[in-house]
């Protein structure tokens, strides 16, 4: 029997969604963009007017996973980061285009939006 994937949050960018997979995995939890073969998805980044969605496969890991987003959420809040992420910005060895990702993303690996080869973000300095 298999279980129609649970969307947890909804990106704005296939680079953000990458960002949030990427943060979830290293916190153990296993998600994915619903459809990455989506011509949206790779032409423009978006599959719909409400963003990519990221999905887990059970009803048990969304609801970890939705209560590390919110947990994490809540602490940049609490921090007094602004609600606007900064930018760090890279450049895609492949095809040289300048790719723009928000700050947190630093150590992860990011899909570039032009040509689809794999960037890895420098890490972040910490704080």
Request: a negative charge.
């Amino acid at each position: 029997m298999t279980s129609e994937p649970i969307c947890i949050r909804r990106a704005a960018t296939v680079e953000e969604a990458d960002i949030v997979i990427a943060w979830l995995a290293d916190r153990g939890v296993e998600a994915a963009i619903l459809d990455r073969s989506n011509p949206g998805v790779m032409a423009f980044g978006v599959t719909d007017a409400e963003g990519i969605a990221i999905c887990v496969t059970d009803e048990e890991t969304a609801e970890r996973a939705k209560g590390l987003l919110e947990e994490h959420d809540r602490e940049k809040r609490e921090d007094g980061e602004a609600t606007a992420e900064t930018v760090l910005s890279v450049t895609c060895d492949e095809c040289g285009e300048q790719v723009d990702a928000p700050s947190g993303a630093g150590g992860a690996t990011l899909e570039c939006p032009h040509c689809g080869a794999y960037i890895d973000t420098p890490e972040s300095p910490s704080p």
